[in-house]
C-alpha cells in the first residue's frame, strides 16, 4: 500500500494523505484525479506528491482514479504552486483552475456530439407600421422578435430563456404566426471549422516589423518583449512570423491569449490562415464538450497552437516555444475569482520555466509594463507607424458643454437625440451613409437608460441586493442589476411617494441604437453588447456582418474598441467619453486613454483614411487630451507623475484584503479588528516594508446581499507582501457568525 499527497478543492490551505489499496485500476501518478472520501462525502482531487505517514492520523483509502494517465504534467503542477503562493489560493483550487470543466467532475468524460434548440427569424421581416398591427396585442412577442432580430436573426433557446427571462409561451407564440421557427442544432465538435478559411495575406514587413521579427526570433529561453505598436502598425504580422519559426520551424507550441471572446473570431481566421488546422480554440463560450476536445487535441499534440481568452494559459502544450499576449494592458487578463491570477503574468512565469519567449503587444500598454520596459527588465520594441503607409485618424473633440449651450435649441422630438448625437457627430454619420462607409459608435454603458428617477420625490430605483441604482432595460423591459443580475418589472408608479412622473435618466446602447434607427430609418445598425452576444456565436455573426458590408453603424460597448479590423471604417465616435472617468479608482484614468486611444484605432485602416469624434464634458482632462493627439508617451509622463503621492503602482505593489457579511455591522467590526491584527503583525515584525490603508467600505457597498469593506496593503518589495498576505490567510481566524468571509486581491486591477 502506498501513500499518496491530494489536494482538494476547498478553502483549507492544506493538502491530504490517502493510501492507494493494492490492485487499484487507474492512474495514481502526480497530477492524477482520484476520488477520496472527506467529512463523510466524496471529493475529487489531484494527486501532487508522495504522502508522509503520520502515527497519530489514520490513514484513509482513495474511493477510485478515475482516469488511465496524469491529466497535469510536473511543469502544470509546478506553474499551479506559484499561482497557490503569489495569489494567496489553496493549492487545489489552483489546480482546478487548470482542467476543463469536464475534469472538475469524478467521472472520465466521454466526448459527445451536441445538439441545441435554435429559434430563427422566418420569412420577409414586417416593417415597422406592420409590427404595430402585428404585435398590437403581444409586446412580449415583439420584444423577443426584435431582440433576435437585433442578434443577427437565430439565437439560442436556451439563452433566450435562462439568461434573457423570456418564457416559452412567447417563443411558441412567435412559432404559431409563422414569424420564427423552431428547431434543433447540431454543435460541431470544432466550432470553427465551419468557418471560410482565409487565403494567407502576403505582407511585406516593415523596417520596424523586421527588427521586432529578428529580435524575437534570436531571443534566448525565458525572454520576455513589450512590442509597443500604434493601432493598425502591424503587430499580429509579428506574431504570425514568431509563430511560423517557432512552430512550423522549430516544431515547438504557442499560446496566443486575447482579452475579449469578440477577437477570438478573427484572430483564429487569421491564424487558420497561416497555420491550418494547427489550432485550436479555448474560451468560455464554448460548450463544456467543446473545450474538452479542444484540450484533448493540444495534450495529444494533434493541435500546435492554442488560442482563446485568460484561462488559454493553461493550455496542456509540451515543448513550449512562445506565448503571445495581445493587448497586454486588458484587465480582462485578471480572474475575478479564486485563484485571483494574472494570465500576463502567468505567462511570463510559465515560458520562463518552459524557456518559451513571451510577446506583451498593445497600442497602450499598462503602467506596470511600460515601467518593466523602460527599466530594461522587459525588452521594449516599438512599431510607430501605421502599416502600408496609413496614417493615424484625426480626432476631433466636442466639447458638450459648449455644444449645448451655444447651437439652436433643438425641436421637441429631437431633445433625445441630441444628448447622444451631436451636430458635428451627426453630420459625420450622414457623410459616411452617402459614401457607403461603415461607421463605429462606442458607449460604455449598456441597457436602455442608466437609472429610473422619480420626478416628484427624486427617488432612484435601486437593487435590493447591491448598493447601486437598477438599469433599464428596454427589450425585453425589465430593470436589471448589472451585478446581481437582480431582474424586476418596470413600475408604474414611484414606490416611495406614489408619484408617476418617473424619468429615464442617462443613456444606454439600446436608447442609442432606437434614436440611431429613427434618424436614419435606411441605415443597417447593429449593437454588440453583453445583451446582443448571448448567444454562442452572436460575437461572430455580428462581427461577420460587419466584414460583409452587411452595417452601416456598429454601435457598441468596450468590446467593439479593440483588435477588429474592417478597412471600410472611416468613422468612430465616442458618445460619452466621460462614462468610468471619475471612478474612485486609481487606474480609472488609464483605462479611460486606453478605451479611446484604442477605439479610435478601428478608424482608417483602410486606403480611404478615417476621422474620430470624442463628445466630452472634460476636454482638458489629460487622458483625452493625450487620446486626441495619440500621445502615449506624455499620457504615461503625467500620469506616473499621479501615482507617486500617494505611491500606487507601478512604484509599489497592492494587496487589496476584502472583507464581507451578510450584517453591517459585523462586517464592519471584523475589517477593523483585521486591520488591527495586521498593523499588530508590522508592530512585531519590522523587517516586513508593509503599510496598512484602512479599513473602509468599498465603493459599491453591497453586492449580492454582502456588506463589503477593504484594507489596503502597500509595499515595495513584493517577497514582504507576499509573506504578509500568505501569513494572513493562513493565521487569521475569520469569525463564523453573519457569513464572514475574507478574500484577497493581490495586484488587483479595480479596487471598487
Request: charged letters at 25%; aromatic letters at 6%.
Amino acid at each position: 500500500m502506498s501513500l499518496i499527497d491530494v489536494a482538494l478543492a476547498l478553502p483549507l490551505y492544506r493538502t491530504f494523505t490517502y493510501s492507494v489499496p493494492e490492485g487499484t485500476t487507474g492512474s495514481v501518478a502526480a497530477g492524477s484525479r482520484v476520488i477520496v472520501p472527506f467529512h463523510g462525502g466524496r471529493e475529487l482531487g489531484i494527486v501532487v506528491g508522495t504522502g508522509v505517514a503520520n502515527d497519530a492520523v489514520r490513514v484513509k483509502s482513495i474511493a477510485a482514479a478515475p482516469d488511465e494517465g496524469p491529466v497535469l504534467s510536473d511543469a502544470m503542477i509546478a506553474l499551479c504552486r506559484w499561482i497557490a503562493d503569489y495569489y494567496v489560493a489553496p493549492l487545489g483550487v489552483a489546480l482546478r483552475a487548470a482542467l476543463p470543466a469536464a475534469l472538475t467532475g469524478a467521472e472520465a468524460p466521454e466526448p459527445t456530439r451536441a445538439k441545441r434548440r435554435v429559434a430563427r427569424l422566418r420569412g420577409e421581416l414586417p416593417s415597422l407600421m406592420q409590427r404595430e398591427k402585428v404585435f398590437a396585442r403581444a409586446p412580449q412577442q415583439r420584444a423577443l422578435y426584435e431582440l433576435i432580430e437585433a442578434v443577427g436573426g437565430s439565437a439560442a433557446v436556451e439563452s433566450l430563456q435562462e439568461k434573457l427571462h423570456f418564457s416559452s409561451s412567447v417563443l411558441k407564440g412567435l412559432a404559431t404566426r409563422g414569424l420564427v421557427d423552431v428547431e434543433d442544432e447540431t454543435v460541431a465538435r470544432d466550432p470553427f471549422l465551419s468557418r471560410a478559411r482565409m487565403s494567407p495575406a502576403r505582407h511585406t514587413p516593415t523596417e520596424a516589423q523586421r527588427h521586432a521579427i529578428a529580435r524575437l526570433s534570436a531571443a534566448p529561453p525565458g525572454h520576455v518583449a513589450l512590442l509597443h505598436g500604434v493601432t493598425g502598425s502591424g503587430k499580429t504580422l509579428v506574431y504570425l512570423e514568431l509563430l511560423r519559426r517557432v512552430v512550423i520551424e522549430q516544431n515547438r507550441t504557442a499560446i496566443v491569449l486575447v482579452p475579449e471572446i469578440a477577437l477570438t473570431p478573427q484572430t483564429v481566421d487569421r491564424f487558420r490562415a497561416e497555420f491550418g488546422d494547427r489550432i485550436a480554440v479555448l474560451h468560455s463560450a464554448l460548450s463544456t464538450g467543446e473545450r474538452y476536445d479542444a484540450w484533448l487535441a493540444l495534450a495529444r499534440g494533434e493541435k500546435r497552437i492554442a488560442v482563446g481568452a485568460r484561462s488559454a494559459i493553461f493550455a496542456p502544450l509540451r515543448d513550449l516555444g512562445a506565448i503571445i499576449v495581445d493587448e497586454e494592458h486588458e484587465s480582462s487578463y485578471k480572474q475575478g475569482e479564486s485563484p485571483r491570477y494574472h494570465a500576463r503574468e502567468v505567462a511570463i512565469v510559465r515560458a520562463r520555466a518552459a524557456g518559451a519567449v513571451v510577446v506583451l503587444g498593445s497600442a497602450t500598454p499598462s503602467l506596470e509594463s511600460w515601467t518593466n520596459a523602460t527599466s530594461g527588465k522587459y525588452e521594449l520594441l516599438t512599431l510607430p507607424d501605421r502599416a502600408g503607409g496609413a496614417s493615424l485618424p484625426e480626432v476631433r473633440v466636442v466639447d458638450l458643454r459648449v455644444e449645448r449651450t451655444t447651437t439652436t435649441p433643438p425641436p421637441a422630438a429631437d431633445v433625445t437625440f441630441r444628448l447622444a448625437v451631436s451636430e458635428p457627430l451627426e453630420t459625420a454619420l450622414r457623410d459616411r451613409l452617402a459614401k457607403k462607409e461603415q461607421s463605429i459608435l462606442l458607449l460604455n454603458r449598456r441597457g436602455y437608460s442608466a437609472f429610473i428617477q422619480c420626478g416628484t420625490c427624486g427617488d432612484v430605483t435601486v437593487c435590493p441586493n447591491c448598493s447601486i441604482s437598477l438599469t433599464y432595460h428596454r427589450t425585453p423591459e425589465q430593470l436589471v442589476c448589472h451585478y446581481c443580475q437582480h431582474v424586476e418589472p418596470l413600475q408604474l408608479a414611484c414606490v416611495r411617494c406614489g408619484g408617476q412622473r418617473l424619468r429615464q435618466r442617462g443613456l444606454g446602447t439600446q436608447q442609442v441604437e432606437r434614436l440611431l434607427s429613427e434618424r436614419f430609418p435606411d441605415a443597417r445598425v447593429a449593437r454588440m453588447d453583453v445583451d446582443t452576444t448571448s448567444g454562442k456565436w452572436a460575437h461572430t455573426e455580428i462581427l461577420d456582418r460587419v466584414g460583409a458590408g452587411h452595417v452601416d453603424i456598429l454601435l457598441g460597448t468596450q468590446m467593439i474598441a479593440k483588435g477588429l479590423d474592417f478597412p471600410n471604417v472611416t468613422l468612430v465616435g465616442v458618445i460619452d467619453a466621460d462614462v468610468g472617468i471619475n471612478l474612485p479608482d486609481f487606474r480609472a484614468s488609464e483605462r479611460c486613454f486606453q478605451l479611446l486611444s484604442q477605439v479610435a484605432g478601428r478608424a482608417g485602416r483602410g486606403p480611404k483614411g478615417g476621422e474620430v469624434l470624442i463628445q466630452t464634458r472634460t476636454p482638458s482632462h489629460h487622458a483625452v487630451r493625450c487620446a486626441v493627439t495619440h500621445d502615449y508617451h506624455r499620457f504615461v509622463e503625467q500620469e506616473l507623475a499621479g501615482r507617486h503621492d500617494p505611491p500606487y503602482p507601478p512604484d509599489v505593489r497592492l494587496a487589496n484584503v476584502v472583507v464581507s457579511g451578510t450584517q453591517e455591522e459585523a462586517t464592519a467590526t471584523f475589517a477593523a479588528t483585521a486591520a488591527a491584527w495586521m498593523r499588530d503583525l508590522l508592530a512585531a515584525k519590522p523587517a516586513l516594508r508593509v503599510s496598512v490603508i484602512g479599513p473602509a467600505p468599498c465603493p459599491v457597498e453591497r453586492v449580492k446581499q454582502r456588506w463589503r469593506w477593504h484594507v489596503l496593503l502597500k509595499s515595495d518589495r513584493p517577497a514582504d507582501l507576499g509573506r504578509m498576505v500568505n501569513y494572513l490567510a493562513r493565521r487569521l481566524e475569520v469569525p463564523r457568525q453573519f457569513g464572514l468571509r475574507m478574500t484577497i486581491d493581490r495586484d488587483p486591477q479595480q479596487l471598487m
